[in-house]
């Protein structure tokens, strides 16, 4: 089982997604948010590109949620902040979701056989569900503004880690290109201090700055919640309790 460590979405565009897995990374925020409003009882996360796609795909009862530039769209319901979602306003609610790096990402995503969202929260749900769909796996790191972001490379490393200490792993042979060597070596240097880690980055940085610090602590939660969200007509819904 062949698996690719992918640093942002413009370098996705040189990849051969079709027949793989795709795990979709935007830990500070988007993927992170998905998965915290399904767990809150979201019926689904529609994520679209741009905020016309967003309004245009709106129908009675739906939530709008939404960023650019770390701050909410004017006239949404939500922004990206996954404290947002925490909550029973979500509750039986349909998402409609855009953000500047995660959702495009998802949207880049098309052509793979399974798209999954991960997050440092579903970790190890995300590695199990992946191994046991048996395709070749890309971790498709969202990064920001077309580049690398810290974060989600260190999220690549965990989802890595967790892989080769699942049982089924015995049964697979996994090979990963070299950018999955390094972030694995950075998550394992990090392990021990996430929180401390996602605050140092530069996109932590930039949202403690205009006052999020809170939504770092959420998203370097690791393995708190057992659910995969997984592409499926149009939307982000529960794939598996994976653990």
Known sequence: MHIDVIASVNEA????LSQRTVIV????????????????????????????????CATAGDLLGGERYCKKIPGFDLGNSPLEYAGEHVKG???????????????????????????????????IT????????ALLCAGTQEAFAFEDGVCAGMILHE???QPIHAELTLVYNDLGKMVMSAY???QDDLV???????????LAKI???DDIQHCAAINSIPIVPRFDQHMMIPFSAAI
Do not use: F, W
């Open 13 to 16: 565009r040189a990849i051969d």
């Open 25 to 56: 990374i935007d830990v500070l925020r988007a993927t992170s948010t998905i998965v915290t409003a399904l767990a809150h009882g979201a019926s689904g996360v529609v994520p679209v590109e741009t905020i016309g796609q967003a309004k245009q």
């Open 93 to 127: 609610k349909r998402v409609i979701l855009t953000t500047t790096n995660g959702t495009r990402a998802i949207q880049k995503s098309m052509r793979a056989k399974h798209i999954l969202a991960g997050s440092l929260l579903n970790a190890k749900a995300c590695a």
């Open 130 to 137: 992946a191994l046991k769909l048996r395709n070749d796996i």
């Open 163 to 165: 892989m080769l200490h």
């Open 188 to 190: 394992r240097h990090h």
């Open 196 to 206: 401390h880690a996602l605050k140092e980055c530069a996109s932590g940085k930039r």
């Open 211 to 213: 006052g999020y610090a």
